[in-house]
Nanobody, 126 residues
Framework: QVQLAESGGGLVQTGGSLRLSCAVSGRPSNTSSVAWFRQYPGKEREFVAAMFRNYGRTYYADSVKGRFTISRDNANSTVSLEMKGLKPEDTAVYFC???????????????????WGQGTQVTVSS
C-alpha cells in the first residue's frame, strides 16, 4: 500500500517562494506517475503539475507554467513542487497524488489517480 504525506505549506507574500514535499512510502510501481493538484473551497481538485512515469516528461497547468517545477527523487522517495513568483490566486490546499498505470491522456484528471496525500495549505497574501 502506497502512502503519501505532504509538507512545506505555509503563508508567504506575493512574489515569494515555497517548496512543497511529498514523502512516498510503500512500493509504487516503476511505471507510476506523480502529480500535484490544488483545491479551492467548494471546488473540484485542479491539476497543477505532473511527471509522467519515472523521470518522464513534465506537464504543467498554464496558470503555473514557468513559475512551478515538479521533481521526483526516487532515492529519497520524495516528490517536490518548487513554487516561485507566488500570487494570491495560488492560495489553495495542495495535494500530491500517485497513479500506478496512468496513460498520458489521463494525467490531468484527478479521478484517475490511485493514492493521495492529506493536503497542505498554501496561503499567498497580497
Amino acid at each position: 500500500q502506497v502512502q503519501l504525506a505532504e509538507s512545506g505549506g505555509g503563508l508567504v507574500q506575493t512574489g515569494g517562494s515555497l517548496r512543497l514535499s511529498c514523502a512516498v512510502s510503500g512500493r509504487p510501481s516503476n511505471t507510476s506517475s506523480v502529480a500535484w493538484f490544488r483545491q479551492y473551497p467548494g471546488k473540484e481538485r485542479e491539476f497543477v503539475a505532473a511527471m509522467f512515469r519515472n523521470y518522464g516528461r513534465t506537464y504543467y497547468a498554464d496558470s503555473v507554467k514557468g513559475r512551478f517545477t515538479i521533481s521526483r527523487d526516487n532515492a529519497n522517495s520524495t516528490v517536490s513542487l518548487e513554487m516561485k513568483g507566488l500570487k494570491p490566486e495560488d492560495t489553495a490546499v495542495y495535494f500530491c497524488a500517485l497513479g500506478e498505470r496512468l496513460v498520458l491522456s489521463s494525467l490531468r484528471l484527478h479521478n484517475q489517480y490511485d493514492y493521495w496525500g492529506q493536503g497542505t495549505q498554501v496561503t499567498v497574501s497580497s
